[in-house]
């Protein structure tokens, strides 16, 4: 099937192709992937929902603005009567009684959810290779990683099964598969989009976002799915505009901070040639390069990975075996029942994390780590606002390199934490983040990532619309 945008997909459909034809071909393309992007394909709901569709149309009705549209959804976030696993043996069977606020948004405007997508367990990872459920391949060169952790929900759109679908970011996991596999991804404003229904990782951190072909289709995508919702009380009552108008602005005027922490030694040479271009580009249609500091970025990866994990092991210790179905067998008693489902049915990243996370809370190391980490956390923030009264948005790499070989990080967690180093800043300051693909390096993907102010995402879709107009992939 030819890989379709979300917008020529609305085009077919009101040209009168029917979005039980439509449904029909993502659903037959899913089951025929070949990379693991899917946790489950629910081939006879998509397929009853989009002929509920096509009756409405029949109707005259306008069932709204994705009628028809097929959409993934990855699986941490609730769908209801329909399992949402996070990739984890301990939620294999758990079928949420509700869906999460921006399934609902979707679905309220006519999308039609074909499938849950495969994530590192928990999101915990920068390759999906800790999901419980297979092996996740990136479509341009399989032996590689897709990278993640919505790995699954990159996949999906690069191998065009469907033009748009949902991932979460709590340190990179939307932006960086979407550089490893060629697509645009966007990680909100801390606060834009509700996170009801998002199975947590570490709240101060987490967010959802779109992947989608173009810029143009996250930005619809966020139309939809931004705003308050009193269901979730970290959600902005910022307003929301209308993120596609004033897309092809252009860039004129537009400052773009290159911050030199980001462009220094670890970043491979081939990445940074494609992303030199393209900020030249940038240039050639306007824009104003300015070299900017972020000196406190060396920092980050400890920060984050002490304040993401301390979040984590609180969050995660409801899953005891008591709720949520995930029990070990045959328990001797109820402390055995606890323990034994955790050590059991936790993959090993996740029980790693949960260690990490309970020692630097505990009573004579909260300071050492955990009260010094929300210091650097402010720091890094501040950084950042010094930072943008220089420019408007900041042009840096996704990533140090493009996506390596399945199982070259697996046994060397540090390594795999340090790849973050590019996108985890970004989430500890709670920015906006989009990711657009570039001129590949050596075959495979990589991707520029704008980050701007808070509640800038309509300047980072103008620009990362002209990014995207250099012809690039
Ligand atoms: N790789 C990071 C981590 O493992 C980010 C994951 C994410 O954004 N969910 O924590």
Known sequence: ?????????????????????????????????????????????????????????????????????????????????????????????????????????????????????????????????????????????????????????????????VPVSLGSDTGGSIRQPASFCGVVGFKPTYGRVSRYGLVAYASSLDQIGPFSRTVEDSALLMNIISGHDERDNTSSMHDVPDYTSGLDDGVKGVRVGIPAEYWGEGLESG??????????????????????????????????????LAEASSNLSRFDGVRYTGRAKDPKSLLDMYSRTRSELFGEEVKRRILIGTFVLSAGYYDAYYAKAQRVREVIRREF????????????????????????????????????????????????????????????????????????ESLLFKTGRAVELQGAP
Not at 60 to 68: N, S, V
Not at 91 to 106: C, D, G, I, K
Not at 276 to 295: M, N, Q, T, W
Not at 441 to 447: E, F, Q, R, Y
């Open 1 to 161: 099937m030819p890989a379709l945008t979300l917008s020529e997909t609305r085009r077919r459909i009101a040209q009168g192709e029917s979005c039980e034809s439509i449904a029909e071909k993502a659903v037959a393309a899913a089951e025929k992937s070949t990379h693991g992007a899917f946790v489950s394909v629910n081939r006879d709901k998509a397929l009853e929902t989009a002929r509920g569709i096509d009756l409405r149309i029949k109707a005259g009705e306008q069932p709204g603005i994705l009628a028809g549209i097929p959409v993934a959804i990855k699986d941490n976030l609730c769908t209801k009567g329909t399992a949402t696993t996070c990739g984890s043996r301990i939620l294999e069977h758990f079928v949420p009684p509700y869906s999460a606020t921006v399934v609902e948004r979707l679905e309220s405007q006519g999308a039609v959810i074909i499938g849950k997508t495969a994530m590192d367990e928990f999101a915990m990872g920068s390759t999906s290779e800790t999901n419980a459920f297979g092996v996740v391949r990136n479509p341009v060169d399989p032996t590689r990683v897709p990278g993640g952790s919505s790995g699954g929900s990159a996949v999906c759109v690069a191998e065009g099964v």
């Open 271 to 308: 990445v940074r040639a494609s992303l030199d271009e393209s900020v030249k580009a940038l240039e050639a249609a306007g824009a104003k390069i300015v070299p900017v500091r972020l000196p406190s970025t060396r920092y980050a990866i400890s920060a984050y990975y002490i304040i993401a």
């Open 385 to 456: 606002e010094h930072a943008f009264a220089q420019c408007d948005v900041l042009a840096t790499p996704t990533a140090p390199t493009t996506a390596w070989k399945l199982g070259e990080k697996m046994d060397d967690p540090l390594a795999m934490y340090l790849s973050d180093i590019d996108t985890i800043a970004v989430n500890l300051a709670g920015l906006p983040g989009l990711v657009v693909p570039v001129k590949p390096s050596a075959g495979l993907p990589v991707g520029l990532q704008l980050v701007g102010p808070a509640f800038s």
